[in-house]
């Protein structure tokens, strides 16, 4: 992404910095947007999030399903749940769920649902870790898995930023959409 400063001089405005897109980055853009064939998109998000988004993200996964793209996302509750029932009502098989450790170790009221991912990535070796260290962990496989992130977060989710910034790092297409 690029970002343009800009300077009040007298009734024009007028950039004080210009960083020219290099043509590599201009072209992956470019590419990335005339691609029509199905895509492998993460979405990711937090937990806490209101009925009522959990819905519009479910009916946003299962159209991405129907369209053909592989879904990729991890288990817990909000978001990913609301990914993994949108995504299992179009296709199951084009859903890929990537646990931050194993299946015992996510909450009771996920591992049901869990259960029911043909394409389900345990991360036991993971189990010793911090939820918050390896959940770094589980989304940096994410992404490097994807083409595109989506990601539902609030500006305070840490981990979810990181995330982000990452993936832009890694020059995949990202979308951010904020709950607060």
């Given at each position: 992404?690029?970002?343009?400063?800009?300077?009040?001089?007298?009734?024009?405005?007028?950039?004080?910095?210009?960083?020219?897109?290099?043509?590599?980055?201009?072209?992956?853009?470019?590419?990335a947007?005339q691609?029509?064939?199905?895509?492998?998109?993460?979405?990711?998000?937090?937990?806490?999030?209101?009925?009522?988004?959990?819905?519009?993200?479910?009916?946003?996964?299962?159209?991405?399903?129907?369209?053909?793209?592989?879904?990729?996302?991890?288990?817990?509750?909000g978001?990913?749940?609301?990914?993994?029932?949108?995504?299992?009502?179009?296709?199951?098989?084009?859903?890929?769920?990537?646990?931050p450790?194993?299946?015992?170790?996510?909450?009771?009221?996920?591992?049901?649902?869990l259960?029911?991912?043909?394409?389900?990535?345990?991360?036991?070796?993971?189990?010793?870790?911090?939820?918050?260290?390896?959940?770094?962990?589980?989304?940096?496989?994410?992404?490097?898995?994807?083409?595109?992130?989506?990601?539902?977060?609030?500006?305070?989710?840490?981990?979810?930023?990181?995330?982000?910034?990452?993936?832009?790092?890694?020059?995949?297409?990202?979308?951010?959409?904020?709950?607060?």
């Open positions: 992404m690029l970002y343009y400063e800009t300077a009040l001089i007298g009734n024009s405005a007028l950039p004080s910095t210009f960083d020219p897109p290099k043509i590599d980055e201009f072209l992956a853009e470019l590419a947007i691609q029509t064939g199905s895509k492998r998109i993460a979405l990711l998000g937090s937990r806490h999030v209101p009925i009522t988004h959990q819905y519009l993200i479910e009916l946003l996964a299962y159209a991405l399903v129907l369209a053909g793209n592989r879904v990729l996302t991890s288990g817990a509750t978001v990913n749940a609301a990914v993994i029932r949108g995504a299992m009502r179009a296709d199951p098989n084009l859903l890929t769920v990537i646990l450790q194993s299946l015992a170790k996510q909450p009771p009221e996920s591992q049901e649902q259960k029911q991912v043909m394409h389900l990535v345990e991360k036991p070796e993971y189990d010793d870790l911090s939820l918050a260290e390896a959940s770094t962990l589980c989304n940096n496989e994410i992404v490097a898995r994807c083409q595109q992130l989506v990601c539902f977060a609030f500006h305070d989710s840490q981990t979810l930023m990181v995330t982000c910034r990452e993936a832009e790092e890694q020059r995949k297409i990202v979308t951010l959409f904020y709950f607060d």
